[in-house]
């Protein structure tokens, strides 16, 4: 019997949908299932659903509960981490500050001033749990669902020692799009897509049938208005840059400087409603469910029947491990050598081998070097929001937020900086790293009208530029020979 962790069994949607799915596997029916959270309402009623599922639907399964991470852990072979530090309530505060400076997130989660400051409050405690499971259960394999997915991979990979995988629906959804955009059922297409979590590019495009190349009739389609009205942002950057990239119009709208840095952007691009690049869109979204939520419980509304798995990856990959039967998915992974022009150690998200042996990525080798250039732009942001991280340095925080690619667009660095330390003044009771610690300031250098400038050496464009001065005055022979250049 395998036991599971379900590490934030409070998630309404994710703990539900994925204990659900492996209640529907065969393999899995028989788990040991622990469920654990930090606080006991949401996680009481989530343990009395599942155990409602597993008495109607006659299974052997054992469900518990607890409040003690280390006893949730302790001889698990598989973590399922779900957690999100803050909750609805830091959200509200990575959405709410930046928009004071001009930063104008849809979701808010993975990049940019939202992203960065999730992954400061995630990060230390999902290497918390790693540093337990290296104690407690070091064969045990994570399965990550937190966001910001690629930083948290990342900080994985670089602090702990854990056999991890980061999990995200894009490729999938996002196959289920393209299918219908090419006209080729799902299930007919062989596929190569890689580059970072929210960023990953499908390279290879083909039907199974007849070995036809797709991306041609892809890119033939976006030019169309009724294809291309739907996911603007994604269709434009196919258009330019040759290849189509996971994630919706709105989560790649804050990816990039182009689109949501002016009006003139917002109202071009990102003018769907929702995830196609609404403003505030995600967070609004969870807010109206928190509260209409606040005192129901839900899941009593929910049906305890199981009728099949949902599209997560997650029962996918247990059960390849248990049977030793081989699955393939797309994944997070530390990229040890995996794509060879990102830089070592970084997190992403390739395509995954998984049997009983674990797991098994792909060498993708390089990537088109205009696909990896922007990756590498997100790339840059998780390195330094890492580093914060771990380190509680608030100065790589404000650097990590100065270099994203929407942040950068929209604001000066004397705005970035006074934004950080605002954002970190606010959140401070999910920021322990950072106890004692704030940004230094950097006042605007005031100058004064009659101010003598220092003496500098001569730049050498002047110099250049003096030189290109002196001989278009200096007179040459044939100057001299002209009686109209003699005046």
């Not at 009739?217 to 840059?241: D, G």
């Not at 699955?327 to 998200?349: A, K």
């Amino acid at each position: 019997m395998a036991k599971i962790a379900m590490i934030g069994a409070g998630s309404m949607v994710f703990c539900k949908t994925l204990t659900m799915d492996i209640l529907a596997t065969e393999a899995l029916r028989g788990s040991e299932i622990c469920l654990m959270s930090r606080t006991r309402p949401k996680l009481d009623r989530m343990e009395a659903f599942i155990k409602r599922v597993v008495a109607e639907n006659d299974l052997p399964a054992a469900v518990w509960s607890t409040l003690d991470r280390r006893e949730a852990l302790d001889g698990a072979d598989y973590v399922i981490i779900m957690i999100q530090v803050g909750g609805v309530d830091a959200f509200s505060l990575d959405y709410e500050i930046p928009m004071k400076y001009g930063v104008d997130q849809c979701i808010g989660d993975s990049l940019g001033p939202g992203g960065v400051m999730r992954g400061l409050r995630t990060i230390p405690v999902l290497v918390d749990i790693a540093k337990d499971m290296e104690q407690l259960c070091p064969s045990a394999l994570m399965l990550n669902y937190a966001n910001p997915m690629a930083a948290c991979c990342y900080a994985l990979g670089k602090a702990s020692t854990v056999q991890f995988i980061g999990l995200c629906h894009g490729v999938q959804t996002t196959l289920d799009l393209i299918s219908g955009y090419v006209d080729v059922p799902k299930e007919q297409i062989d596929f190569l897509c890689a580059g970072i979590n929210h960023m990953g590019w499908f390279l290879s495009l083909k039907d199974k049938r007849d070995g036809r190349d797709l991306n041609p009739i892809l890119r033939e389609r976006i030019e169309k208005a009724e294809y291309y009205v739907n996911e603007k942002v994604r269709c434009e950057v196919m258009r330019h840059f040759g290849y189509f990239m996971t994630e919706s119009t709105g989560h790649l709208s804050e990816y990039v400087p182009w689109f949501r840095s002016s009006e003139r952007a917002l109202k071009a691009y990102c003018d769907q409603p929702a995830f196609g690049g609404e403003t505030g869109a995600y967070y609004n979204y969870c807010k109206m469910i928190a509260e209409k939520y606040k005192d129901v419980d839900y899941l009593s509304l929910e049906s305890p029947k199981i009728t099949g798995r949902s599209a997560e990856y997650c029962s996918y990959i247990l059960e390849a491990v248990e049977t030793d039967r081989t699955f393939r998915l797309n994944g997070n992974v530390r990229n040890d050598g995996y794509i060879t022009n990102l830089p070592q150690g970084c997190c992403v998200e390739v395509p995954v081998s998984v049997d009983g042996s674990g797991l098994h990525p792909m060498q993708v080798g390089d990537l088109p070097p205009q696909c990896a250039a922007l990756n590498q732009s997100n790339v840059t942001v998780q390195a330094l929001a890492v580093e914060a991280a771990l380190t509680g340095n608030p100065e790589y925080a404000m650097q990590a937020i100065a270099l994203d690619p929407l942040t950068s667009a929209s604001c000066t660095l004397a705005e970035v900086r006074e934004m950080t330390a605002e954002l970190i003044e606010a959140e401070r009771e999910w920021l322990p790293q950072f106890e004692g610690k704030s940004l230094r300031p950097t006042p605007a250098v005031q100058i004064p009208e009659d101010v003598e400038p220092v003496e500098v050496p001569l730049d050498p464009a002047l110099a250049i530029a003096n030189r290109f001065a002196m001989l278009a005055e200096q007179k040459v022979q044939q100057d001299q020979d002209d009686p109209e250049k003699q005046g």
